[in-house]
């Protein structure tokens, strides 16, 4: 129903920024919900930031102030702006799609890497 493709992942030194895409295709009449979620090697995956269709944001405390998620709901895509960016911040990033308010269904990306280091 939902296919996600993530772009924008790479290296970076610590302190740059990177920003992040997601753009979904497939058959749906609306995506209400998109986000960012990350995974370490043997750790479960954990929010990063989510935004709805009418732009409301949820950070995870880890990232207020560094990163910026937004979307463009003519292109069905999702961004993340990422900041001041830190070791840390190392890991695998997903994107994520729920069509529905009311369902709990979600689709997932690939994954694409992001490393911070000197």
């Known amino acids: 129903q939902v296919q996600l493709v993530e772009s924008g992942g790479g290296l970076v030194q610590p302190g740059g920024s990177l920003r992040l895409s997601c753009s979904a295709s497939?058959?749906?009449?609306?995506?209400?919900?998109m986000g960012w979620y990350r995974q370490a090697p043997g750790k479960q995956r954990e929010l990063v930031a989510t935004?709805?269709?009418?732009?409301?944001?949820n950070d995870a405390d880890s990232v207020k102030g560094r990163f910026a998620i937004s979307r463009d709901n003519a292109k069905n895509t999702v961004y993340l702006q990422m900041n001041s960016l830190k070791p840390e911040d190392t890991t695998v990033y997903y994107c994520?799609?729920?069509?529905?308010?009311?369902?709990?269904?979600?689709?997932w990306g690939q994954g694409t890497q992001v490393t911070v280091s000197s």
């Open positions: 935004i709805t269709i009418n732009g409301r944001t």
């Open positions: 994520n799609a729920r069509l529905l308010a009311t369902s709990e269904r979600t689709y």
């Open positions: 497939g058959s749906f009449f609306r995506i209400y919900a």
